[in-house]
């Protein structure tokens, strides 16, 4: 067959007739292997026909994982990243119903909202998707309590809703909450598998919820891409000669590098805010860009080093997570399409802090060119990656989430668990330094294994990149040095 992968080829309305008249049970593997005969495009398009679709690589694992805690009796805390959080403070009057049908209309829009993960007979993970959304919304009224308390049971709410589980086998993969706090004050709460929903995801949901609930949910068709339309081909590409190429390609440019030790205690969560020294940071951030590069460049330029004198090497391996969506029309789908790229840093020969600039805006750009293969395929299972520390300076982009007559206010929640969500291994894991940026303030959460290392280790690479930044602005020409 000819024509682009996940469009039907010339001449196929006989194909489909053909298809219509096979037995339900074999039909969707017909519609396979019709499949399996087109072309993969270098990137995302349009699946052909229905029906389940293959798991991406990460929710793989992420399923693996939260059966195995299933299967060991634990609450899946531990082994599991499960739950990501929201809440929204909502200020005027509030129609609920209208809020109830524009969640409806999100839950409609997007298929990663009403997928569930299941396995088949062989030990695959398929993602199927329901027809119908299922909104799981319930209400409190706090009105009767006192501010102290009501704020108090707030925060309980919000910290109750990431901990509490989702489960990826039945669908109920969101639930939503809302909390009247007295007339006209509200508090939204939502909670979403981190396997269907990343942070980019927020913004997507969120824009879409005004927008159903100013404009009707008329307006909130299909995104052109959906998640399953990714899971699909990500799948196919990677079995098809361009993934696998460029799969055996980046394995080899990391084969001389040994896997990250895992801890003998296995792994445990630690967290604790960080923010970064202004007066350093700025005239670091000055110098970068300066040379060209940009405020994560110069970040992750200083981590690099720091981790060369830790580990006593003349380089450094970082992962950094990256968005994974590589396509235009990913960019208005909800879904978890993050993926880590291992950036791999050069600092053999002694050079400036400048000239070690230029080596990362290079190692950067070639990493991030390879967005497309999932950590997970490139190191394989119960394979540790070659980073132990993992570093973010995240720019999502602002949502103007506006409702007509309401003031609206997003509420602090508690960390994501990017430990577990992004490490193949978390056993293996150090760090992961997950920054933002924001009214000149640079600041986020450190994570970390407490089976690994202990809070002041952290706290050291941070100090550390403050150190290379103030040394790097004061002598800009020294050359920068790997060993204590």
């Known amino acids: 067959m000819t024509g682009p992968a996940g ?13 219509a008249a096979l037995p339900e049970s074999r039909r969707e593997l017909a519609r396979l292997l019709l499949a399996a005969r087109r072309p993969v495009p270098a990137r995302p398009a349009p699946r052909s026909g229905a029906g389940p679709v293959p798991a991406t690589a990460l929710q793989t694992r992420l399923w693996h994982r939260e059966r ?5 009796g634990a609450d899946g805390t531990p082994d599991a990243p499960g739950t990501g959080a ?47 959304p299922d909104l799981r919304l319930t209400r409190a009224d706090l009105s009767g309590y006192g501010e102290e308390a009501r704020t108090a049971h707030v925060r309980r709410e919000i910290a109750e809703g990431a901990a509490a589980g989702l489960d990826l086998e039945s669908g109920r993969t969101t639930r939503f909450r809302l909390l ?6 509200h508090v939204l709460l939502l909670a979403s598998h981190l396997a269907v929903f990343d942070g980019w995801s927020s913004g997507v949901f969120l824009t879409d919820l005004a927008a159903g609930y100013r404009d009707g949910t008329g307006g909130l068709t299909p995104p052109p891409l959906q998640l399953t339309d990714y899971a699909d081909w990500q799948s196919r590409w990677l079995a098809g000669p361009e993934g696998s190429a460029e799969l055996a390609d980046r394995r080899a440019a990391f084969a001389d590098l040994p896997a990250a030790p895992r801890a003998p205690g296995g792994f445990a969560r630690g ?24 405020p994560f460049m110069t970040l992750l330029t200083a981590l690099a080093v720091v981790l060369a004198r830790y580990e006593g090497r003349d380089e450094a391996v970082i992962g950094t997570p990256a968005a994974g969506r590589f396509a235009t ?15 791999r840093i050069d600092l053999s020969g002694g050079p400036s802090f400048p000239a070690l600039l230029h080596r990362t805006r290079a190692a950067v750009a070639e990493a991030l060119g390879h967005q497309r293969l999932p950590v997970d395929a490139l190191f394989g299972t119960g394979t540790p990656p070659p980073y132990r520390v993992l570093f973010a300076l995240h720019n999502y982009p602002a949502v103007p989430f506006g409702l007509p007559g309401i003031e609206v206010r997003q509420l602090p929640g508690p960390p994501a ?38 809070p002041e280790d ?3 690479l941070l100090t550390g990149i403050e150190a290379v930044l103030d040394r790097a602005v004061a002598e800009p020409a020294a050359p920068v040095r790997t060993r204590h």
Do not use: K, M
């Open 417 to 454: 668990r990017h430990l577990e969500l992004y490490s193949p291994d978390p056993a293996a894991a150090l760090a992961c330094i997950g920054l933002t940026e924001r009214d000149g303030e640079i600041g986020g959460t450190a994570e970390y294994n407490r089976r690994a290392a202990a």
């Open 271 to 294: 967290h604790f805010p960080v923010r970064l020294g202004r007066p350093v940071v700025e005239a670091g951030l000055a110098l970068g860009a300066a040379e060209g590069a940009t």
């Open 7 to 19: 469009s039907a080829p010339p001449g196929d309305a006989g194909v489909e007739a053909a298809l």
């Open 180 to 185: 009247r706090l007295g007339p006209g004050d």
């Open 86 to 132: 929201h809440a929204v403070r909502l200020t005027g009057h509030l129609d609920e119903d209208r809020l109830r049908d524009a969640l409806t209309g999100v839950l409609r829009r997007h298929e990663a909202l009403r997928t569930r993960l299941a396995a088949t007979g062989t030990g695959a993970v398929e993602l199927h998707v329901a027809q119908e």
């Open 458 to 460: 952290v706290r050291g």
């Open 68 to 72: 195995g805690a299933a299967e060991r």
């Open 329 to 343: 029309e990913l960019e208005g789908a909800v879904g978890q399409f993050t993926t880590v790229v291992p950036i």
